[in-house]
């Protein structure tokens, strides 16, 4: 794993802009994997305020809340509208449908876009725990695109984005860890000190499943960008 330490969101963002910019302009970026939340709302304000074109690029996202719609304000589909979409077009987008409760059909479906697509870029953030997409502590480095239960610490960060706790979903569907390692490449962004003791085990521990993102050690092309906050614990 690469690791770039910078000042701040703002200078991780410019960091992926330029990574993301190189792909466009030598044609080996044609499916982009999003992620959503508030560690890369900065890198999509750059993308937005920029000239990149996206129109020969399909996008596919990391995860979905399932039992909200596309029109729920607090739905990822309805995050990445207001964040890039609706600005940044691109050829096709994908997210799982939170509202399909069929959780074996939906998840099937999902996998089969991913396979037909293969992600020549993913973008990651990571959780408190370590989870990415929600493979949460446990989750298989195998596991492929499914319904995952949402543990009560990712419930509580979430909370903040919701009137109520209560309204918080308690279930998503989300590329497994093992979808997510079939990524050519990876970036993976970190920023706050509430993100070190994450960021410390993912360097200073081994590879765990109780550390999701600790499978990054086993891809051959990982970069990750973290700000001096979230580098805080490093030794």
Request: aromatic share 8%; proline share 3%.
């Given at each position: 794993?690469k690791k770039i330490?910078?000042?701040?969101?703002?200078e991780g963002?410019?960091?992926?802009?330029?990574?993301i910019?190189?792909?466009?302009?030598n044609?080996?970026?044609?499916?982009?994997?999003?992620?959503?939340?508030s560690?890369p709302?900065?890198?999509?304000?750059?993308?937005r305020?920029s000239d990149?074109?996206?129109?020969?690029?399909i996008?596919?996202?990391?995860?979905?809340?399932?039992?909200?719609?596309a029109?729920h304000?607090q739905?990822?589909q309805?995050?990445?509208k207001?964040?890039l979409?609706?600005?940044?077009?691109f050829k096709?987008?994908?997210?799982?449908n939170?509202?399909?409760?069929?959780a074996e059909?939906e998840c099937?479906?999902y996998?089969?876009?991913?396979?037909?697509?293969p992600?020549?870029?993913?973008i990651?953030?990571i959780g408190t725990?370590g989870h990415?997409g929600?493979n949460?502590?446990?989750s298989?480095?195998?596991?492929?695109?499914?319904?995952?239960e949402l543990?009560?610490?990712?419930?509580?960060?979430n909370?903040?984005f919701?009137?109520s706790?209560?309204?918080?979903?308690?279930h998503?569907?989300?590329?497994?860890?093992g979808?997510?390692?079939?990524?050519?490449k990876?970036?993976?962004?970190?920023y706050g000190?509430?993100k070190?003791e994450?960021?410390?085990?993912l360097?200073?521990e081994?590879?765990?499943e109780?550390?999701p993102?600790?499978?990054?050690?086993?891809?051959?092309?990982?970069?990750?960008?973290?700000d001096?906050?979230?580098a805080?614990?490093?030794?």
């Open positions: 794993m330490i910078v000042k701040d969101n703002l963002a410019k960091v992926g802009f330029d990574i910019q190189e792909g466009l302009q044609n080996s970026l044609k499916v982009l994997g999003l992620a959503t939340g560690t709302e900065s890198l999509y304000k750059l993308i305020e990149l074109d996206f129109s020969e690029v996008s596919v996202n990391l995860d979905e809340y399932v039992g909200l719609d029109t304000d739905s990822y309805y995050f990445m207001e964040n979409f609706n600005v940044k077009p096709a987008s994908y997210l799982p939170g509202a399909n409760l069929d059909a099937t479906a996998e089969k876009i991913l396979s037909e697509n992600i020549d870029l993913q990651l953030g725990n990415i929600f949460e502590p446990g298989s480095f195998d596991s492929v695109t499914r319904k995952v543990t009560p610490e990712t419930i509580e960060a909370s903040r919701f009137e706790k209560d309204d918080v979903p308690t998503a569907y989300s590329m497994g860890i979808t997510i390692l079939k990524s050519k990876i970036i993976l962004f970190a000190e509430n070190a994450a960021i410390r085990r360097f200073e081994g590879v765990s109780d550390l993102a600790s499978a990054l050690k086993n891809h051959p092309d990982v970069t990750v960008i973290i001096e906050a979230a805080s614990k490093l030794s």
